[in-house]
């Protein structure tokens, strides 16, 4: 099943929390937008509505024009350890949660994904793991006050020992 109004990518780590717009070409990540860990519902949902709205703007303008976005993943993550100063990926990857967010003209969809590896979410056909359904239109608290329940989850299968 498709999005058909936008999609968004959260991670949060013990700094910050992240949020990527998700097109059905690529992750558009933004290097200016990291937010505190006690950021309010509401807010938190506005900004999981407005990544949703620009994944579908961006699909529509890249179908256009033919446009790449400038921030890639590899740009983010340097951005990201820069401003956080830190000094290895194992820093500030290792216990980040991530989810997706999918939104439908009548609901909206959680995502929780499992951390795999250092730099790798995911989810297996064996994981126990629901996503989040909000019929209707929920609004920007519920969004938030999901997310965050979601990211507070912890469903890690990466284990920081291994060698990567």
Request: charge should be negative.
């Amino acid at each position: 099943m498709q999005f058909d109004l936008g999609s968004a990518s959260i991670v949060k780590n013990r700094d910050f929390i992240s949020i990527a717009s998700r097109s059905y070409i690529k992750v558009i990540y933004d290097t200016e937008n990291w937010l505190s860990l006690d950021v309010t519902d509401k807010f938190l949902g506005d900004e999981v509505l407005k990544a949703c709205q620009r994944t579908h703007e961006y699909t529509m303008a890249h179908d256009e024009r033919g446009e790449e976005h400038p921030t890639n993943y590899e740009e983010w993550v340097r951005e990201t350890k820069k401003r956080f100063r830190y000094k290895t990926d194992r820093a500030m990857f290792v216990n980040m949660e991530n989810c997706q967010v999918d939104r439908f003209s009548n609901k909206i969809i959680i995502i929780p994904l499992v951390h795999m590896k250092l730099k790798a979410w995911g989810r297996r056909n064996s994981d126990v793991i629901e996503d989040i359904v909000l019929d209707g239109q929920p609004t920007p608290d519920e969004i938030g006050r999901c997310v965050k329940s979601v990211l507070e989850m912890h469903w890690d299968f990466y284990t920081p020992h291994q060698k990567i």
